[in-house]
């Protein structure tokens, strides 16, 4: 498990030791005009950049697919997440715990130390009544859900609140702009995939983009753009709705379905091949039932 904050550095000092990326902070996009050849953004400081494609990476609410009128589809979970990191007594051992109750999961995710991050999902009701609460008494609340197995747990960070939906882009690409990452698919995070299916997208792109660039194609090109969206639109969609209907299969207490998923858990648990399948998956590592796996995330150049 990585902390985002790691990993953000990470990629920020690589950013920083490419003389071919130019990194310009505390600057947001505002406008995008597509141009027969190429691609115009206006920045906040007022600067406008001119390029053949415009990498719409810009989250959920992605500015870039509602300006080009890319539509979404959607629906909240009516969950929100509490996120906090916790302190706690004995070591986890390098293991991520998930516990499902009827109101959402709370996923227990080992950091450095004897440290694990919480997600911890209750309906927007309970969790902004949680989140009122001071540590003292959010400990309480999260006790009896956390259990005693690490020992005395306490808070060791500031906590966050997330309000909980799935939003998918309808389109991937436009005339010279392809989505990826929230921008192009925001999931439910039970299964904790966000990253990985955005990486793939990168992956992905870049991909594509190379092969076109070696064919002497134009990277912008409608017929190269729609190669990406043909390669991940449907891998990011299936995965999505697989996410949202472990959601729902688990954030219930339906005891036909409790019973259906503990036997899908037992048969899981007692073959290991298929143990392996769901956890190389999870890891990014495999291409899934639907999708190629990109050259980069199988660990070969483009
Ligand atoms: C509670 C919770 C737990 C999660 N846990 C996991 C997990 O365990 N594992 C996992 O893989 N994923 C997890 N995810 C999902 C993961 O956080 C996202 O999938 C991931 O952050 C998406 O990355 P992104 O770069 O596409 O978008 P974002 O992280 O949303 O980044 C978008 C960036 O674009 C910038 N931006 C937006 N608008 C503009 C603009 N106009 N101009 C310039 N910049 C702009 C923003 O400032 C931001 O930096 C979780 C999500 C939630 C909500």
Redesign the pocket.
């Known amino acids: 498990?990585l902390e985002?904050r790691h990993l953000y550095a990470a990629f920020l000092a690589a950013m920083q030791a490419d003389p071919r990326i130019t990194h310009i902070p505390a600057?947001?996009?505002?406008a995008q005009e597509a141009l027969a050849a190429g691609i115009s953004v206006t920045?906040?400081d007022g600067q406008t950049l001119t390029a053949r494609l415009l990498v719409g990476?810009?989250?959920?609410?992605?500015?870039?697919a509602e300006r080009a009128g890319i539509t979404r589809s959607g629906w909240g979970y009516g969950q929100t997440?509490l996120?906090a990191a916790i302190a706690h007594e004995r070591p986890h051992g390098g293991v991520a715990q998930q516990f499902f109750m009827p109101s959402g999961p709370l996923?227990i995710?080992p950091l450095t130390g004897n440290r694990s991050?919480i997600?911890w999902?209750e309906t927007d009701e309970a969790a902004k009544t949680i989140a009122a609460l001071d540590d003292a008494a959010f400990l309480e609340v999260l006790r009896p859900r956390f259990g005693d197995f690490l020992g005395t747990i306490s808070l060791c960070g500031p906590r966050?609140m997330?309000p909980?939906n799935l939003t998918l882009a309808n389109a991937y690409t436009a005339p010279r702009i392809a989505l990826?990452?929230?921008?192009?698919h925001?999931?439910h995070?039970i299964a904790?995939?966000?990253?990985?299916?955005?990486l793939r997208d990168v992956a992905a792109l870049a991909e594509v983009l190379a092969e076109a660039k070696r064919r002497g194609e134009d990277i912008g090109a409608a017929d190269v753009l729609a190669r990406y969206q043909l390669w991940r639109r449907f891998d990011s969609t299936s995965l999505a709705l697989g996410m949202d209907s472990v959601n729902r299969l688990f954030s219930n207490d339906n005891p036909l379905l409790r019973a259906g998923r503990d036997l899908g858990m037992g048969v899981v648990q007692a073959i290991p091949a298929l143990r392996r399948g769901f956890m190389r998956q999870a890891a990014g590592l495999s291409a899934g039932p639907f999708g190629k796996l990109p050259r980069l995330l199988a660990g070969r150049p483009l």
Do not use: E, H, K, W
């Open positions: 498990m985002d600057t947001s996009v505002i920045l906040s990476a810009d989250g959920r609410r992605s500015g870039v997440a996120v996923a995710l991050s997600v999902s966050f997330y909980l990826i990452g929230d921008a192009a925001g999931v995070p904790g995939q966000g990253l990985n299916l955005g």
